[in-house]
C-alpha cells in the first residue's frame, strides 16, 4: 500500500459517532429492548463446588401459575461444546453442555425458568428440588494434578475438536510446550541466574452493563437473539450447535453494549434465553445479577516461575518460563490464554535460548475466559519484575538494560513461529516498532534521570518502568469483511460484522472508509453485527478490529473509489485513474469536478444504472506488535502499608492512531483497569469454593478518587501491513501496572513484591519479611 | 398505590406496588436512560436526581419519591440542542460504551448546578460513586471541568 502519511480523516479526533445518543441517554441497550410479553429468566446456582445431581424434581416450579418453561439436565439434549467465542473449530475443550448432571463450582447452573416477572421466576427456582451427592472439590490449582486428586471432568464425552493436549483424567485442560536451545547449559554458563516465582490473581472484568441476552421466537420459526455480546457470529453458530438446529434459524444481534473486557467473548447465557423462548414460545430475557457476573468468567489466576540467565555486559543469555494456569471448572480458553503468555511476552527481548512450558488446570473454583491482555498480563507481571532484578543484579539502569536488550526492526523471534493459537504459530519480523522513543519520551515525562530522594519517614517514593508488547489480530485465523453502499446524496453505507462494544470501533472504522472515498466521517453510515444484514466478522477480540476488519473496510472502499472514478471519468472525461476522490468531490487532472452526490444520482436513476457498492474480506499474514514502555512513580506509607501512585506515563506505539482521542480512551481504561487489578481486586473464597467478595462493595474497583495523574504518550510508527499504518491498542496497557508498581514499590522500600496485588497487608508482610536488604 | 411524582418538570401520576423499586419504575415509564448495574447502590449506573440530589434510584422505593422532583439524562438535551455537559462528554472521549453516562452526567450536574466552578478534586469527589470500567476516568473529569468553562463563560 502507500506511505501517504499526511491524511485528511485519518488521524483526527472525530467525535465518536454513537456518543451523542448515548449522552442522552437513548434506548440503545439490549434491556432497553424489551417487547411487550417479554418473560423474565432467572438461573439456579449450584451452592456446592463439585457435586453429582442425583435427583432433581421441577413439577412444582412448572405448574406456578405464571412460569411458562423450566430447563434443567433432564429435559435439555446434552450437547457437548465450548462457551469461548473463537473462530470454529475452536481451540477450547468441549467440556460444556447445556446442562449437566454435576455441578463443578459454587455457581455452576443447575436449572433455568423463564416466568411473567423476575420476582415470580426466583421463587419458582426455590420450588426446584434437587438433591446433590457431594463430591470432594480441588480449590488449589498446585494439587490438581497431583496423583489421587479428585477428577472434575469424568464425562466420558468431554472432548478437544483439534489436535491439541488433553487429559480430563489428570485434570488436565491443556498444555503447552516450546523449547530453542539447550536451556539447563545456557543458564548455568550466565554469570547470573535468577529464578523466582510469582503469582497473581482471580480478577473479574466487571463490565457496568453485566450480560444479557434477549430472545424472541418469530412467527417464521426463527430465533432473534438481541445481546451484549462481542461476539455476534460466534454467538449464532454455538447457539445454534447447543439447540440443534441449522445457524439460519438463528439471527443475532448486537445493540450498544456496556463494556466487555472479553467477558463478554464467551456464549454465557444465550442458549438459555434461546432455549426458554422456543419452550414458552414468548420473549425471553436473562440479565445476570451482580453477583453472577463476579462468577461469569473471570481472569486466569496463575503461579509463574520464571528462570533467566543474564551476563555482567547486560545481555540476555536464556529464559525459562513455567506457568501453572487455572482456568477453573471449564477450559474455555485455557490453551490460547495460555500460549499468549509465551507468544505476547518471550519475543520483546532477544532471547538467544529459550523454554516455555505450561499446565492449564481445572479446579472447582469459578471459570477463567478471555479478559483483556489474555495471558500476556500475567506473563508480562513476571517478566518485568525479573528484567528489572536483572538489571540491578548487573548494576545496570533498568532503562538502559531493557534499551541494549528489546526486539528491533526487521528482527524476528522464533517464538512467533513456535506458538500460535493452540498449535504452531506464524513466523514474523518486526516491520514497526517505536519503542527506543516510548522509553526515551516516557523516562523523560516521569524524570527518570532526576535526582531526588526516596524519603526518610514513613512516606517512601519509588519510580519504577517497564516495556510490553501485545499482537494485533490471530494471524491465518481472523477474517473481518465489510461491505460499502454509495446513497443518493453521496454518503455511504458502511456494513461491517465488526463488533463495537464500546471501543469506538464503529467510528475508527468509518474514518477508514471516508479516507478513501475522500469525504468527511460522517458521510460514512455504520451498521455493525447483525448476523442478517452484515457480513461476517469474528468479533471484538485479539485486539484486532483497527488491524483486521479495517483492512477489509479499506479494501471494499477501494473497490467502491475505483467505481465512482469510472461514472465520474464518463462525466468529465478522461481516465479514471486519473480522478482524485476528495472534499466530497470527484476531480479530473484539469481542475473540473463533479460532486459525489451527482455521480450517485447518474449511476442510481440517469445513465447505466447500478448500485456502486462493494465487499470485501480480510485475513492477516502477521499480528503486528503494538509497542509500549509504562513508568509510574509510587509513594509507600512503611507505617501501613498503603501504596499510593502519584504519576504513571503510558507511551505507547500503536502505528498510526487513527482517531487519537479514542486511542487514549483504550489506554487509559487500560492503565486504570490494571492499577485497580494491582493494587485492590481480588476474590476471596472461603474454604468450600464459594467467593465471598461478590459485590461491588467487597471488590474494590478503582473510582475517580483513585485515580493518579495519567499522561499518555501515542509514538507514531506506520505498519505497512495495517490500514494506513495502524496496529492495535485496545489491551497492551492492562499489562503495564502490576509490574511497574511492584518495580516502583521496590525501587522506594528495596522490597519485591511478587504477588499480587499489592494490599496495604501485603505490603506490610513483604517489608517485614525484606526490611534487612530495606536499604539495597 | 398511588404516587405523585414531577418527572423532568412533568407532573405524573404512577400506580405503583408498595415494594417496587424506583429504578424498575422509571425503566417501565420509559425512562431508560436509567440503567441497572448492581441493585446494590454501588455503581451509580441507576443515578438520578431528586430534588436536586444525586442518588441511587436502585436503593429508593418508588413509594419514597412521593410529591418529589426527579430529573433523569432524557430532560438534559437533544442532537440539535444538547447540554454542555453531554457535548464536552463527547468532545473529550468521555463516552466509551456510554452505560454509565447518564450516571455521570447527572452526578456532574449536580455538582455544577451547587458550584459552578468546580476544580478537579472536587469534580473527583462528585463522581466518586460512579463506576466506570471503560475510560479511567480521565476524560470524565476533563469533560466536566470544560463544561464547567463553558458553563460560565
Not at chain 1, 540476555?316 to 507468544?343: E, F, I, M, P, R
Not at chain 1, 476488519?549 to 479499506?554: I, K, L, M, T
Request: net charge neutral.
Amino acid at each position: 500500500m502507500s506511505r501517504k502519511r499526511s491524511f485528511s480523516v485519518v488521524g483526527r479526533s472525530v467525535l465518536k459517532k454513537d456518543g451523542l445518543s448515548l449522552a442522552q441517554g437513548a434506548p440503545l441497550f439490549c434491556e432497553d429492548l424489551l417487547p411487550r410479553g417479554c418473560l423474565y429468566a432467572r438461573v439456579l446456582r449450584s451452592p456446592h463446588a463439585h457435586a453429582r445431581i442425583t435427583a432433581i424434581d421441577s413439577s412444582v416450579a412448572e405448574s406456578m401459575e405464571g412460569v411458562h418453561a423450566v430447563l434443567h439436565h433432564g429435559n435439555v439434549p446434552r450437547v457437548m461444546r465450548t462457551t469461548a467465542g473463537q473462530g470454529a473449530p475452536e481451540p477450547s475443550p468441549y467440556d460444556f453442555t447445556t446442562f449437566d448432571n454435576k455441578v463443578r463450582f459454587v455457581g455452576d447452573r443447575v436449572a433455568a425458568v423463564a416466568a411473567e416477572t423476575p420476582q415470580l421466576a426466583a421463587e419458582a427456582l426455590g420450588r426446584i428440588k434437587v438433591e446433590y451427592e457431594l463430591l470432594e472439590p480441588v480449590l488449589d490449582p498446585r494439587l490438581a494434578m497431583q496423583p489421587g486428586a479428585p477428577r472434575i471432568h469424568d464425562e466420558p464425552d468431554a472432548k478437544v475438536v483439534i489436535p491439541v493436549p488433553y487429559e480430563p483424567q489428570k485434570n488436565m485442560a491443556a498444555h503447552v510446550d516450546m523449547q530453542i536451545g539447550d536451556i539447563e547449559r545456557a543458564l548455568d554458563d550466565a554469570d547470573f541466574k535468577i529464578e523466582r516465582e510469582y503469582e497473581c490473581q482471580y480478577a473479574q472484568h466487571t463490565p457496568i452493563e453485566p450480560h444479557c441476552a434477549l430472545a424472541e421466537p418469530l412467527a417464521d420459526g426463527r430465533i432473534r437473539i438481541t445481546t451484549s455480546t462481542q461476539v455476534p457470529f460466534h454467538v449464532r453458530r454455538i447457539v445454534a450447535q447447543a439447540l440443534e438446529v441449522p445457524v439460519s434459524r438463528i439471527h443475532v444481534v448486537k445493540p450498544r453494549i456496556g463494556g466487555g473486557f472479553g467477558a463478554k467473548q464467551e456464549v454465557l447465557i444465550e442458549d438459555l434465553s434461546a432455549f426458554l423462548a422456543m419452550r414458552s414460545r414468548r420473549p425471553v430475557f436473562l440479565r445476570l445479577s451482580r453477583s453472577e457476573e463476579f462468577l461469569s468468567r473471570t481472569r486466569h489466576s496463575m503461579i509463574v516461575r520464571l528462570r533467566t540467565g543474564v551476563d555482567k555486559d547486560g545481555s540476555l543469555k536464556a529464559v525459562d518460563l513455567d506457568v501453572l494456569a487455572n482456568t477453573g471448572a471449564y477450559g474455555a480458553h485455557g490453551l490460547t490464554v495460555t500460549c499468549n503468555c509465551g507468544s505476547k511476552v518471550l519475543p520483546l527481548y532477544r532471547w538467544p535460548v529459550i523454554r516455555f512450558s505450561a499446565d492449564v488446570v481445572y479446579t472447582n473454583l469459578p471459570v477463567a475466559g478471555a479478559y483483556r491482555g489474555y495471558g500476556a498480563t500475567q506473563a508480562a507481571f513476571a517478566m518485568e519484575i525479573q528484567m528489572d532484578e536483572m538489571a540491578r543484579s548487573i548494576g545496570m539502569d533498568p532503562v538502559d538494560f531493557r534499551l541494549a536488550n528489546h526486539v528491533r526492526r526487521g528482527e524476528t523471534s522464533p517464538v512467533f513461529a513456535a506458538l500460535g493459537e493452540g498449535g504452531e504459530g506464524t513466523p514474523q519480523s518486526i516491520g514497526s516498532i517505536g519503542l527506543k522513543k516510548c522509553i526515551r519520551e516516557g523516562a523523560r515525562a516521569i524524570g527518570w534521570k532526576r535526582r531526588r530522594s526516596r524519603g526518610k519517614g514513613p512516606l517512601r517514593r519509588g519510580l519504577g518502568m517497564v516495556c510490553l508488547m501485545q499482537g494485533s489480530s490471530i494471524p491465518q485465523v481472523d477474517m473481518g469483511a465489510a461491505s460499502i453502499k454509495m446513497n443518493e446524496d453521496g454518503s455511504f453505507n458502511l456494513l461491517v460484522g465488526a463488533t463495537d462494544i464500546g471501543t469506538g470501533s464503529d467510528t475508527v472504522l468509518a474514518q477508514i472508509a471516508a479516507e478513501v472515498l475522500g469525504v468527511e466521517a460522517d458521510k460514512v453510515l455504520v451498521t455493525s453485527s447483525d448476523t442478517d444484514v452484515t457480513p461476517f466478522d469474528v468479533g471484538a477480540y485479539a485486539s484486532s478490529t483497527t488491524y483486521l476488519s479495517g483492512e477489509a473496510v479499506r479494501k471494499a472502499a477501494l473497490d467502491v473509489a475505483g467505481q465512482i472514478r469510472k461514472v465520474a471519468s464518463e462525466m468529465l472525461g478522461g481516465a479514471p485513474k486519473a480522478i482524485r476522490l476528495e472534499n466530497g468531490r470527484a476531480l479530473a487532472s484539469d481542475g473540473k469536478a463533479v460532486l459525489l452526490s451527482e455521480v450517485a444520482l447518474r449511476s442510481l436513476y440517469e445513465i447505466d444504472q447500478h448500485q456502486i457498492g462493494a465487499m470485501a474480506s480480510h485475513i492477516t499474514r502477521k499480528s503486528p506488535p503494538p509497542f509500549s514502555a509504562h513508568f509510574a512513580e509510587v509513594e509507600v506509607d512503611i507505617q501501613t502499608g498503603m501504596v499510593k501512585v502519584l504519576k504513571y506515563v503510558a507511551a505507547v506505539d500503536c502505528g498510526t492512531a487513527i482517531n487519537p482521542v479514542l486511542a487514549e480512551g483504550q489506554i487509559e481504561g487500560a492503565v486504570v483497569n490494571g492499577l485497580s487489578y494491582a493494587l485492590c481486586e481480588e476474590f476471596i473464597f472461603n474454604d468450600k469454593g464459594k467467593l465471598r467478595n461478590d459485590s461491588f462493595r467487597d471488590y474494590k474497583i478503582f473510582c475517580t478518587r483513585d485515580l493518579p495523574q495519567i499522561e499518555t504518550i501515542l509514538v507514531p510508527t506506520y505498519e505497512t501491513s495495517g490500514p494506513y499504518g495502524a496496529k492495535s491498542v485496545s489491551e497492551i496497557c492492562i499489562n503495564g501496572p502490576l509490574p511497574v508498581i511492584s518495580n516502583a514499590i521496590f525501587d522506594a522500600l528495596g522490597v519485591r513484591l511478587r504477588r499480587a496485588p499489592y494490599t496495604p497487608e501485603r505490603v506490610l508482610a513483604a517489608i517485614r519479611e525484606g526490611s534487612k536488604d530495606l536499604v539495597e | 398505590m398511588e404516587i405523585h411524582v414531577e418527572v423532568n418538570h412533568k407532573p405524573l401520576v404512577w400506580k405503583v406496588n408498595p415494594g417496587e423499586i424506583l429504578l424498575d419504575v422509571l425503566r417501565r415509564e420509559g425512562y431508560k436512560s436509567v440503567k441497572f448495574g448492581c441493585g446494590q447502590g454501588d455503581c451509580g449506573a441507576c443515578t438520578v436526581l431528586i430534588d436536586g440530589q444525586s442518588m441511587r434510584s436502585c436503593l429508593l422505593l418508588a413509594g419514597q419519591v412521593e410529591g418529589r422532583s426527579i430529573t433523569t439524562v432524557e430532560s438534559l438535551g437533544n442532537h440539535d440542542d444538547a447540554h454542555p455537559l453531554q457535548s464536552s462528554f463527547v468532545e473529550c472521549g468521555a463516552v466509551q460504551c456510554g452505560y454509565c453516562t447518564p450516571g455521570m452526567l447527572l452526578s456532574s450536574k449536580a455538582l455544577l448546578d451547587e458550584n459552578p466552578e468546580p476544580d478537579e478534586d472536587q469534580v473527583r469527589e462528585a463522581l466518586d460513586g460512579n463506576l466506570c470500567r471503560c475510560t479511567g476516568y480521565k476524560k470524565i473529569i476533563e469533560a466536566v471541568l470544560r463544561a464547567a468553562e463553558r458553563m460560565r463563560s
